[in-house]
């Protein structure tokens, strides 16, 4: 299946196609992961080869529709998907104008330098890595704000087991956030596309769309000949799975779903598993419905739906609380829960339900570092050594940024008096149940504490990794008195009875206002934390309402910028 002519056939195809379009300039980088930086999945490659290597073993695909999930296969897809991310978009720009210059060889070079961190992590893995197609820099035809997706081929060099991983890329550039604000409004595919149902417009156009007047230049297309193309020097049968994060879950799961109604176009192949991560919903009850009753199928694998908890793109688009739809958007089972601290949970259905908006949460728990994590406990039961917060790290690293987390907590000090002094029994609202989750980097801590629809968000000096995040209990006088308060905190013991407690002191205008009664890992001693907490109380029908409207306003400028798509 390591076939030279065939790739080298599929490249430049590929190349020409690119020369042929009028490529957007300008791509921004605003990604869910470093842009460039492959040390990240280097280290989680070199940290994680039991699972890769079980993942490699069964060829990506836990067997025939209804077969238990396999996490090990979970992982590797998503390493694929992690991957898409370091494309060098500045080489490809390069690639295409040398080829207008009639250099073609040279223009293949620097084609294949786009890939070089996405081609050595292959390698290390056993694979060829492909482009299928890179349209990230082009509108499709007719359209004038949306961008194509990035989509390869992972190939198994092993002629003994061969399979091939499709992956899409997610958000990336600024343009594709165009195709995530695009999508909350929705097309009717064509009778013979997806059921005929009711697609996003930012997922479905990209896929599905032309860009080129050359034939069979949508996405789609590409890759059914792509899949055809690498299988075609095999001498066993090619299991065939799809995988893809944020943006690229969207594109991979309506990539999959129409390969489930064609096929692979090829005896050589056989449709596996569909792994998403991240995924925003993609159609309405009228597309997952139909997949529902069409994946019972035994001829093909299963379709996995991973889910990082508290990642809020997995909750959008969803239809407004009124008029009710009587097609709603939904996802398509089935879906698993995965977390840095419990074992994989399935997520509930919502097939026959009507999903509402949501408060809108923060954005961490979409970052594909924060799914590495996640997954690399539900593998091996245990978060991976030493992989600290980015996202804090970062902050932590940045000019002045030992500063501002020092400023944060001056003048916890001068409370001590305060600390030492408070009595639980002093407060009316007693043991209500605080969830919390604070990440700590060289003596820095940041984090937020919910209690109900009350946040308080955290930043501080001092270690907080000892919490224990399900132990938290608050203790105050009222929810309601501490909305849009700014109070200081100081984390000290608790005293000899249980010397793995310790109490989080809440002070505002030098009168203690809540406390949170933590426990810890290990033996607290002295004053370990110290820092600002601002606390705002979210109103939920609010959020809502306003959604609602800036949806509306959405669609209206979309409407009027794009009269004619």
């Known amino acids: 299946m390591d076939s030279p002519d065939a790739y080298k056939k599929i490249r430049q195809s590929h190349l020409e196609e690119l020369a042929e379009l009028d490529l957007v300039s300008e791509p921004v980088p605003i990604s869910f992961m470093r842009r460039g930086d492959s040390n990240d999945l280097f280290q989680w490659t070199k940290d994680s080869q039991a699972q890769i290597q079980a993942g490699i073993a069964n060829r990506v695909f836990g067997g025939s529709t209804n077969s238990p999930i396999d996490f090990n296969n979970v992982f590797m897809a998503f390493m694929e998907s992690a991957a898409m991310y370091l494309r060098d978009e500045s080489l490809v720009m390069k690639a295409v104008e040398t080829f207008r210059e009639g250099n073609k060889n040279g223009a293949l070079k620097l084609l294949e330098r786009s890939t070089a961190a996405i081609d050595e992590l292959a390698e290390l893995w056993g694979f060829k890595f492909l482009v299928i197609c890179d349209l990230l820099e082009k509108h499709p035809n007719g359209h004038h704000i949306i961008v194509g997706p990035y989509c390869g081929a992972f190939v198994s060099k092993d002629l003994n087991n061969p399979f091939i991983g499709i992956a899409f890329k997610g958000t990336g550039v600024r343009a594709e956030w165009m195709n995530d604000l695009y999508a909350v409004g929705t097309i009717r595919a064509p009778e013979e596309f997806l059921f005929g149902g009711q697609i996003s417009r930012g997922f479905y156009y990209p896929l599905f769309s032309t860009y080129s007047s050359q034939p ?74 139909p997949l529902e009753v069409a994946m019972t199928a035994a001829t093909c694998g299963s379709a996995w739906r991973i889910v990082n908890q508290g990642d809020y793109v997995t909750k959008v688009p969803a239809s407004a609380p009124w008029p009710i739809s ?69 902050a932590v690293g940045a000019p002045g940024g030992i500063e501002y987390f020092k400023a944060a907590a001056s003048g916890c000090v001068d409370h001590r008096h305060l600390v030492e002094s408070v009595k639980l029994q002093d407060f009316a609202v007693a043991s209500t149940q605080c969830a919390v989750s604070i990440d700590s980097v060289d003596q820095c801590a940041l984090g937020s504490f919910q209690v109900g629809p009350l946040v308080g968000e955290i930043v501080a000096r001092g270690d907080a990794t000892d919490i224990v995040p399900e132990s938290v209990k608050l203790y105050c006088n009222s929810l309601k008195a501490l909305c849009g308060v700014n109070t200081q905190c100081v984390m000290r013991a608790t005293g000899d009875v249980n ?39 979210a109103d939920t029908p609010l959020v809502e309402k306003v959604s609602e409207e800036w949806q509306k306003a959405t669609e209206v400028v979309f409407e009027k910028l794009f009269a004619n798509v």
């Open 216 to 289: 069979f230049s949508e996405p789609f297309s590409l890759v059914k000949k792509a899949i055809q193309s690498i299988s075609s020097s095999a001498s066993k049968t090619v299991i065939t799975h799809v995988t893809g994060h944020s943006l690229g879950a969207a594109y991979a799961s309506l990539c999959y779903t129409q390969l489930r109604i064609e096929g692979t176009g090829t005896e050589k192949a056989d449709l596996g598993d569909l792994y998403t991560f991240g995924s925003p919903r993609v159609g309405r009850r009228d597309f997952a419905s």
């Open 326 to 394: 009587r097609d709603p958007f939904i996802h398509v089972d089935a879906s698993y829960i995965v977390s840095q601290n419990a074992k994989p949970m399935p997520g509930p259905s919502e097939i026959g339900t009507y999903p509402r908006r949501t408060l809108p949460t923060p954005w961490k728990p979409h970052g594909v570092g924060e799914y590495y994590k996640s997954l690399a406990f539900a593998t091996t039961g245990r978060l991976p050594s030493g992989y600290d917060d980015l996202g804090l790290q970062m």
């Open 499 to 537: 010397p793995k407690e310790a109490s989080i002191v809440f002070i505002a205008d030098g009168v203690v206002v809540a406390v949170a009664v933590v426990a810890m890992k290990s033996e607290v001693k002295d004053i370990c934390l110290d820092g600002t907490c601002a606390w705002e109380f």
